[in-house]
């Protein structure tokens, strides 16, 4: 039988307390979260004004536009179209009807009128395959001036868009998916190794597999809009390249935003690409349609400058392509240096002395 000593047993330990509620949220409202919440609050609301801003109510203004008529009557008709409310037009003296079907694949202007004075019908040359709803501007705008003169307009589309192609919007749109492309490897990338773990080594790294990614992302946009859905005609190869140099350009730029400020580069790439380079890449309304703003930002940007090439390539013989190759190839060198740069002074920061 066991004798007891007599000595008294320690008491348990106390129980931690339980977190209150308000200790609970201090921890899952942290100053970086909320700090993040607040950034996708702003870009959801700059992403809801910048398209309604820049598409809700198309105006054409200073659309350049040709005339095709004998000496007096053009300069008649010039002045009378700069007479329009609004200078929806910007109208020119062109010599004869193949220099304005000329220059309209040149894209130097987006319609012609020719003028016959021997007669009461006028020949309206437009290019849905710049987009649909300019063409359809054009139409209205000289239909209705030729009207109250006792005049009917004949249109005539020198550079259609593809029956597949509804709106002339698929260049566009494939613009977009290459956009998206690009940053979202660009993202996924960095965030899965953590941003602020870069080094040169790794910035090579990941710039040589964005390039793997634009050439198999390029493809693919080029053969699911050309053979494979009949979207958008054109060169293959050609498309293929530009699609490539679109992802690559991107991608090159949101690693360069996120090497030099963090996680917020995403949202800068996003604010530059989406919020402000869709809007105003001249898919849905074509640049001579867009408020002043956003018509002359977007050949600034990929979208636009991406968009724009792919309209030439598949419509207008790769006319007028090189201002927007040069933009895009500006975006991709400059993505490129600053990438690296911005690895390797993170990596000397880190190095002691």
Known sequence: MTQSTGAPSPPPPPSPPSPSFLDEVKDAVTP????????VVALSLLFIASYVGALHDPRP???????????????QTVTRLERLPGDPLDPRV??????????????????ALIVDPAGTTDTLLVATGGGRVLAATLESLVTTLDKSEARTVRTVDVAPADSQDANGLSSFYVTVGWCVGGYLCASIMTISSGATRS???????????????????????????????????????????????????????TLAFQGLFGLAGIGLAILLVVILGNPS??????PPLLPPFW???????????GTWSARSLAYFEGNDLTASLLVLSAWAVGGVALTLLAAAVRDRRRTPA
Not at 94 to 111: C, H, K, L, T, W
Not at 214 to 242: D, R
Not at 281 to 286: F, K, N, R, T
Request: glycine residues 14%; positive net charge; proline residues 8%.
């Open 199 to 253: 080094t040169p080594r790794r910035a090579v790294i990941r710039l040589v597999s964005m390039a793997v990614v634009a050439l198999v992302a390029g493809l693919g946009g080029a053969l699911i809009v050309g053979p494979v859905l009949g979207a958008l005609p054109g060169n293959l190869a050609a498309l293929w390249g530009l699609g490539t140099l679109i992802v690559f350009a991107v991608g090159a730029a």
């Open 32 to 39: 970086r979260a909320t700090l993040l919440v607040i950034g």
């Open 94 to 111: 062109v010599a004869d009807e193949a220099s304005a079907r000329a220059q309209i694949m040149d894209r130097s202007i987006d319609g």
């Open 295 to 305: 018509k002359a930002i977007g050949p600034a940007l990929p979208p636009g400058a």
């Open 61 to 75: 203004k200073d659309v350049p536009f040709g005339v095709v008529a004998p000496q007096v009557t053009a300069q």
């Open 281 to 286: 890449a001249g898919g849905a309304l074509p």
